[in-house]
């Protein structure tokens, strides 16, 4: 059984994260996100509902969305991160940030 492929696509204001994301893969990920949110041009909810793995670089992804939403003036705010990335956030002080609502 192979695992899902990664994908972030936006829709209705949300962009969408799914799959299995590794240090593999993460970087054109990264990359179509930071299409996506330069393209919004508005505030974002990233829905990680979708996620089926845990990664430190889907943490690492989501803090560079968030640099350059930052300097873009986008708010992002995420919604259902899995528990096990919400508790490897908590290692290094993120889970607060990483449990944003919008």
């Known amino acids: 059984m192979s695992a ?6 936006l829709e209705a204001g949300t962009l969408l994260v799914s799959g299995a994301i590794n240090a593999h893969n993460v970087t054109p990920l990264r990359a179509e996100g930071e299409r996506l949110i330069a393209a919004a041009g508005e ?3 990233v829905d990680l509902a979708g996620v089926s ?3 430190s670089v889907i943490l690492s ?3 560079c969305w968030s640099r350059l939403a930052e300097k873009q ?5 995420f919604t259902g991160a899995p528990e096990r990335l919400v508790s490897l956030a ?6 607060d940030w990483l449990q944003s609502r919008p």
């Not at 908590?90 to 889970?95: E, G």
């Open 73 to 77: 003036g986008i708010s992002l705010s």
């Open 4 to 9: 899902e492929a990664p994908g972030v696509r």
């Open 90 to 95: 908590a290692l290094s002080s993120l889970a």
């Open 43 to 45: 505030g974002l909810v």
């Open 53 to 55: 793995t845990t990664h």
């Open 61 to 63: 992804m989501l803090l």
